[in-house]
């Protein structure tokens, strides 16, 4: 206003808006990686702050689409695999990401075999092989540990320690150079296996016999 009596107007706007998302995905209850055995199943839960909306995105297309800007999402039946799971929030001030990551592994398993069915006894006296077992691991996470139990036909049982996806038990690793053919009757084995996350496994039991051949006779 002048002293004439003139007026005039001018009007500024000033629009506050929030910051960009804070947008935090977690699975089983933490920011993972984690490692499961096959079929995966875990929980995501997530939290967001200033979201105006939030789209969940997966590798496995097990999580995917639009979702609530804090929730929860039980994930069942997942394979072998790497699995990503990226929960993506914005507004009008920007979008902001967070992901989790799920390694689902093979169960756990092995085997273990004799070499030989038949042996004689004391087989080495004759120029015949003593008995090598060979094994093997598969799953779980490596590096293996591997308990092989040999149970004579007295029922005695003795251990041995093996290590590897693949391994044997030679009459020179055993330190028997008639490994497995002092006693007559059947011998049995087993191995129990476990990996570097404590997992456990025991394979199935094999058999060999081991007979006596007064004048000749070979396995």
């Not at 069942?76 to 967070?98: P, Q």
């Not at 004579?152 to 690793?173: C, H, K």
């Amino acid at each position: 206003m002048n002293l004439a009596g003139t007026t005039a107007n001018d009007t500024v706007v000033v629009n506050v808006n929030p910051p960009p998302p804070i947008v935090d995905l977690q699975v089983e209850g933490g920011n993972g990686p984690i490692t499961q055995v096959e079929p995966g199943s875990y929980t995501l839960t997530w939290t967001s702050q200033y979201a105006a909306s939030c789209t969940a995105a997966s590798s496995d297309a097990l999580w995917t689409g639009s979702v609530t800007v804090s929730g929860s999402a039980p994930i069942s039946g997942a394979l072998i695999g790497t699995h990503s799971y990226t929960l993506t929030c914005s507004n009008v001030s920007g979008t902001r990401s967070d992901t989790v990551t799920v390694y689902v592994i093979a169960p756990l398993s092995g085997t273990v075999s004799p070499t030989f069915a038949r042996l004689v006894l004391f087989s080495p006296n004759l120029g015949l092989p003593a008995q090598t077992l060979t094994g093997t691991v598969a799953g779980g996470e490596p590096p293996y540990l591997v308990v092989v139990s040999v149970r004579a036909p007295s029922g005695a049982v003795t251990t041995y320690s093996r290590s590897g996806s693949a391994w044997s038990l030679s009459p020179s690793a055993a330190g028997d150079i008639n490994f497995g053919t002092t006693e007559q009757g059947t011998w049995t084995v087993w191995a129990d296996l476990t990996d570097s996350a404590g997992r456990t496994f025991r394979t199935n039991s094999n058999t060999w016999t081991v007979s006596w051949y007064p004048v000749h006779g070979r396995p």
